[in-house]
């Protein structure tokens, strides 16, 4: 081994001696000629840009354009795990003009760019994440290499929160991966493992985290001895075809026909992302990043950027409940059920580290639980997400079985059965008998039923908890945490702390019917059942609300969710709720004609979702008996009865105190329902549409149609205060 190699190796973990002085968001050392930039301290453990940290990185590098005898400069995180993450989101927030956006954007890109304008070769020497800002200070460097850790990560997810990339990224990454691959990063947001980044040539070399700041150094070497300051790179292929000649017309259609289509039309910074990354092509270097600062100024103001940014911070602030200090770890869960949700659950688990036992009756349902997980795991190997032996790791944490067998060891019990309280009860009644540990905890992934029934006639029910996952657990973001009657912290806890842990985001819910969600949803499934039998047709339904920007119409998800589920449902919220709550005709028909939807190959729409399905027929059958002439509701009318009341009910469960407050409302039916991520949740959506517009239109609705529009006393007394 070399004296550097003995000397750097290991260095992620420990920042060479001979620190300079002056400098407190960053650390500057030198030894043997290279000097390494850490773009924090040591005990930083998540590194952002803010505005001290950048006006430190460009002190060092004032300091590095006159230190003599200088062979390069390498660019790395404060220690292992982190590069860093991007711009303090604090920042966006706070900025409410344009000007002032675009002023931050030519800041950090004048700053980064000094990193170009050095005489010497700078190498960013990457672990971690190496998000939005941050990777667009790696692009302005000469060199970059990567640890092949787990966490390493680069991207521009700046869309995400309504801002293009700002700090030179749109202009950078297009010139060195052609447009092709810089949209289809960029437009979605889209983050790069250290392997697949390296496939983009993004990432110049990936090695070893013990090896990463030898590799750097060996970069630096290389290039001296070639007398160059930076690789020469050139665009390749279809690439350089679909970049650098007429062609690129094609790309650009390719990506302005997805942006004007589905969700991704509500939001317009991916819209002038993409102009962007054409000007990087098309413009001088100087212009090109003109351009892209006045874009960040002008998106970074926008309704939706505050909206996105509301709900990033609502995100992080639920992450939290996971790291409350009675919270356990789960290590051994077991999940009874193999059906749709049970072993989408268990799939869950088993992805995430947690060993587990999928139990079930018959034998079937098991099996199709391990092909389900296989076919997932399939799409990860197709897509280089993981490596063969990671996902027959996975596999081999899922057991199947039709006996639970000796609980002694299980830190989790769940249950994912039919809805049906004496059910569930007998359930957790077996699983004590079987010797579930004192301290296991008792979960319940019931979306109706009351938790604190359950709790009545188990021993210990401080430690049940209802764990509501939404249909498919692999894709939906929310978990509801149920607190019952009973309910101790140590179980809502544990519970949250499971659900970040499987990438999730927990809301914490008081008991009651239909919890948050679906009592939310039913007065807007109920609605959208009764304009049917008014003679509004299901496509001129849906097709309100998607403009309106929810993800499915409601006719469609009644189709998804399946008409037997929605009777259940309504039966449970009309039990509580009898005086607005009474469910539609339209859901029992349905259910005898056995038209349910999807499960049946079919509902309100044909099994693919596009066509007539077989419910059409009972529509026009309880239209014929209701003896009235066919009506269809206007645009304007559908978002009153269907939203509004929507608004009125998250008010009144928020009087009610099923969640703590608006901030559980707006990312509880973000995630849950899908209501439009760009208003920023739905408070902030009523507050913009007017309380006061709102409440006088459900009185109007209240007077002319029925009752049930009547608005809750708390949303009058808010819009008379607003």
């Not at 047709?537 to 929810?550: H, R």
């Not at 969710?561 to 709550?581: C, I, L, N, Q, Y």
Request: with cysteine.
């Amino acid at each position: 081994m070399s004296t550097v190699d003995k000397q750097t190796e290991g260095a992620v973990e420990a920042a060479p001696a001979m620190p300079t002085s002056g400098l407190r968001e960053v650390v500057l050392t030198f030894e043997q000629g290279v000097a390494t930039l850490r773009l924090g301290q040591a005990q930083e453990t998540m590194v952002t840009l803010t505005e001290a940290r950048i006006a430190d990185i460009e002190a060092a590098i004032a300091q590095l354009a006159t230190t003599p005898d200088l062979h390069g400069v390498i660019i790395t995180g404060p220690g292992p795990g982190m590069f860093c993450a991007g711009a303090d989101v604090n920042l966006i927030r706070d900025i409410t003009a344009a000007a002032d956006g675009e002023a931050a954007a030519v800041r950090g890109r004048s700053v980064f760019g000094k990193l170009r304008d050095l005489k010497i070769p700078v190498v960013a020497a990457i672990e971690g994440p190496c998000l939005g800002g941050g990777f667009e200070l790696a692009l302005f460097c000469d060199v970059r290499v990567a640890s092949d850790a787990k966490s390493t990560q680069v991207g521009l997810p700046e869309v995400k929160l309504g801002i293009v990339p700002g700090f030179g990224g749109t202009q950078n990454l297009t010139r060195l991966v052609g447009l092709p691959k810089a949209l289809e990063l960029i437009l979605a947001g889209k983050l790069l493992r250290g392997p697949q980044a390296v496939r983009a040539r993004i990432i110049d070399r990936l090695v070893p985290a013990a090896k990463l700041l030898t590799a750097a150094r060996q970069e630096i070497e290389k290039l001296n001895k070639q007398k160059k300051k930076s690789k020469v790179r050139k665009l390749r292929g279809m690439a350089w075809w679909l970049s650098r000649t007429p062609l690129r017309a094609l790309a650009v259609r390719a990506a302005n026909k997805s942006l004007n289509k589905g969700q991704a039309r509500f939001y317009p910074a991916p819209k002038r992302a993409l102009q962007c990354c054409v000007d990087a092509l098309r413009l001088q270097p100087v212009d090109g990043f003109a351009r892209e600062a006045k874009a960040l100024g002008d998106m970074i103001v926008t309704s939706e950027s505050k909206g996105l940014v509301h709900l990033f911070f609502l995100t992080e602030r639920q992450k939290r409940l996971g790291k409350h200090k009675q919270a356990k770890q789960v290590d051994r869960a077991l999940v009874i059920g193999g059906g749709v949700m049970g072993a989408g659950i268990a799939g869950q688990f088993a992805s995430n580290g947690v060993a587990t036992r999928l139990c079930d009756v018959a034998l079937e349902p098991l099996a199709g639980a391990k092909a389900r997980l296989q076919k997932g795991l399939d799409k990860l190997l197709k897509r280089r997400r993981i490596k063969s032996h990671e996902a027959t790791a996975i596999q081999d944490r899922l057991a199947v079985s039709i006996s639970p067998g000796n609980l002694r060891n299980t830190d989790l019990w769940i249950e994912a059965v039919v809805e049906n309280l004496e059910v569930k009860q007998k359930l957790m009644g077996d699983a004590i008998a079987h010797g579930l540990p004192d301290d296991a905890i008792l979960a319940t992934n019931t979306s109706s039923l009351p938790v604190t029934a359950m709790q009545e006639q188990v021993a210990h029910p401080e430690r049940v908890v209802g764990i509501h996952f939404f249909n498919p657990p692999e894709k939906m973001p929310l978990v509801e945490v149920i607190r019952g009657k009973h309910t101790n912290e140590a179980a809502i806890a544990t519970a949250c702390r499971l659900a970040v842990r499987l990438g999730k985001f927990p809301i914490i819910v008081q008991d009651s019917p239909g919890f948050l969600v679906n009592r939310c949803l039913s007065p807007y499934i109920n609605e959208a059942a009764r304009m049917l039998l008014e003679g509004t047709s299901p496509e001129a339904i849906d097709s309100a609300m998607l403009d309106f920007g929810m993800p499915m119409g409601p006719c469609r998800l009644l189709d998804e969710v399946g008409f037997d589920v929605a009777t259940k449902v309504s039966e449970v919220m009309h039990e509580a709720f009898s005086d607005r709550m009474q469910p539609c005709e339209l859901f029992a028909a349905m259910v005898e004609a056995k038209a349910l939807g999807q499960k049946t190959g079919g509902g309100i729409y044909d099994k693919n979702g596009t066509g007539k399905g077989p419910g059409r027929a009972v529509i026009a059958t309880l239209q014929q008996q209701r003896g009235l002439p066919a009506r269809e509701a206007t645009r304007s009318e559908l978002l009153h009865r269907l939203i509004y009341p929507l608004v009125d009910e998250a008010y009144r469960c928020l009087d009610e105190g099923l969640v703590e407050d608006e901030l559980d409302l707006d990312l509880g039916l973000v995630m849950g329902i899908g209501f439009p991520p760009f208003t920023g949740g739905i408070t902030r959506f009523a507050t913009q549409e007017g309380l006061a517009t709102i409440v006088s239109k459900l009185d109007e609705l209240s007077r002319s149609l029925a009752s049930r529009f009547n608005p809750c006393d708390g949303l009058r007394r808010r819009a008379l205060s607003s």
